[in-house]
């Protein structure tokens, strides 16, 4: 079976970032819903697109197809006291950005009275290589089209 929109896609990939550092080992599977529901990275569904099981690449992903470019406005502070108790650098917290959209931000460091908060994803902007497999392609059923995603063993779990 090709994979195409409303297909289950199995895949295991190992994913290093442009200096060669692991990010993800690939020794366990995942599944996703093919065709646009953002289950997966639009640099992988594309290169995926009209494949079928046991097919396999190493794909280079710039930003714009991996986690997105670098957005500096994500990037703010806020002062210490407006800042929840036990969150350390590297934490994540959840607020809202200037249009009132629900965000996760990244602790970058605290200086004196100010936090520093970025809300990019932690790997936007970044080239990000991938060793890709498809393990399984199957057809979608109407609840994982309905529900937007895929369920099962390498799925989501409700």
Do not use: C, W
Request: proline share 4%; charged share 25%; hydrophobic share 35%.
């Amino acid at each position: 079976m090709k994979i195409t929109k409303d297909t289950v896609v199995t895949i295991t990939f190992k994913a290093t970032n442009a200096h060669g550092k692991l990010l993800e080992d690939g020794k366990e599977p995942r599944a996703y819903l093919h065709g646009g529901y953002n289950n997966t990275l639009p640099g992988i569904e594309k290169a995926l697109e009209g494949q079928e099981k046991g097919f396999q690449s190493t794909l280079v992903l710039q930003p714009q197809d991996a986690f997105g470019v670098r957005d500096e406005s994500l990037v703010t502070t806020i002062p210490k006291r407006d800042f929840p108790p036990g969150v350390k650098v590297g934490g994540q917290l959840e607020g809202t950005d200037d249009q009132g959209r629900q965000q996760v931000f990244t602790v970058q460091k605290i200086k004196g009275d100010t936090v520093y908060l970025d809300g990019n994803h932690p790997l936007a902007g970044e080239v990000l290589h991938f060793a890709v497999k498809v393990v399984d392609v199957k057809a979608a059923s109407a609840e994982e089209i309905s529900h937007g995603h895929a369920h099962g063993a390498h799925g989501h779990h409700h």
